[in-house]
């Protein structure tokens, strides 16, 4: 079975802090993603990368950044946390653009 | 802008037949696909449409027409565990970027 592991699942943080969200899957996806989800306001791309240090903004990249340096593995940064960025980040992976998203089980992140 | 504009809550009694739309308008168009979430659980993948026409696996059919950027799910004889939100998904480009609408809530009611 596929599995894509994301490192906390519930994380607090005062604002201004950097945060590391990490996310690892395990079956050689080239393509790898990060969402966030919020109440009413569905999934949206924060960023994704189709390949090792490839990466592409998504619908809301602002205050977010990413890095990829090994396959297996996608961090999410965020820079100088704010209290608006208190939502469930979500983790995927694909393999090719057609392929079905496999997610991992969410990190929770609360900003006071 | 890109928008995928899809009902916000849909209601159905267990053996019922549902059909939750989408519409989107992106500035790419590769396919279509759904997802279902389970409160507090990730989303899981349920079909994927590239064209025209109507895909069926077991009580799921989904449907899409590129010219009218419209696509369909077609849930049969519904099941309280399909209650459930089911987010719409447009690959926007060759290198696969996905975006999602913001799902609608099923419920399935006795």
């Known amino acids: 079975d596929v599995k894509v592991t994301q490192s906390s699942r519930y994380l607090v943080k005062r604002t201004g802090e950097k945060v590391f969200l990490e996310c690892v899957q395990d079956?050689?996806?080239?393509?790898m993603f990060w969402y966030r989800q919020d109440p009413g306001l569905g999934l949206r791309l924060i960023y994704f990368s189709y390949d090792v240090k490839m990466k592409e903004k998504g619908d809301i990249p602002e205050g977010y950044s990413v890095s990829r340096e090994k396959k297996e593995r996608f961090s999410l940064i965020l820079e100088s946390a704010s209290t608006n960025q208190t939502s469930m980040y979500l983790c995927?992976?694909?393999?090719?653009?057609?392929?079905?998203?496999?997610f991992g089980e969410g990190s929770r992140l609360t900003v006071l | 802008g890109q928008s995928l504009e899809q009902p916000s809550e849909v209601t159905a009694v267990e053996g019922a037949i549902v059909q939750i739309n989408c519409t989107y308008q992106?500035?790419?168009?590769?396919?279509l696909s759904w997802y279902q979430q389970h409160d507090g659980g990730a989303p899981t993948f349920l079909s994927y449409n590239a064209l025209d026409g109507l895909e069926e696996t077991g009580r799921f059919s989904s449907f899409l027409s590129r010219s009218d950027s419209y696509g369909y799910l077609l849930l049969q004889e519904l099941q309280m565990k399909d209650s459930a939100s089911y987010f719409c998904a447009v690959r926007a480009n060759q290198g696969g970027k996905l975006i999602f609408g913001q799902g609608t809530e099923l419920s399935v009611k006795p």
């Open positions: 992106t500035s790419g168009f590769y396919g």
């Open positions: 079956m050689d996806h080239e393509n």
């Open positions: 995927a992976s694909r393999t090719g653009v057609t392929g079905e998203l496999f």
